[in-house]
């Protein structure tokens, strides 16, 4: 993950350097010396890549650049037992 990827991830998200921090276990100086090209270690890179992937980013790379998308959460198709229970007009 390159610091351009980590901001786009980040503005996708809508999600604040401290927000990041937080989830990545890490300080919110560690985001910003990142995201301002400064160098990071690997286990801390891995830590707001693995933070930002487990949000529903995923990271591309090819020979035209770098990028972050997000990917789409499927829809909530679970419903909470007692409501289901009432919609099926079951006694109870």
């Known amino acids: ?6 901001r786009m991830a980040r503005a996708g998200l809508s999600l604040g350097a401290r927000e990041l921090a937080e989830a990545a ?24 890549q693995k933070a930002l992937e487990m949000k529903g980013v995923e990271f591309t790379s090819d020979s ?14 679970t419903t909470p037992l007692a409501a289901a229970s009432a919609s099926l007009d079951v006694p109870a």
């Open 1 to 6: 993950m390159t610091p351009d990827q980590c």
């Open 25 to 48: 276990r890490v300080s919110v100086n560690t985001i910003t010396r990142f995201e301002a090209g400064q160098g990071v270690q690997a286990m801390t890179l891995g830590l707001i």
């Open 64 to 77: 035209s650049g770098v990028g972050a998308w997000l990917r789409k959460q499927p829809a909530a198709t």
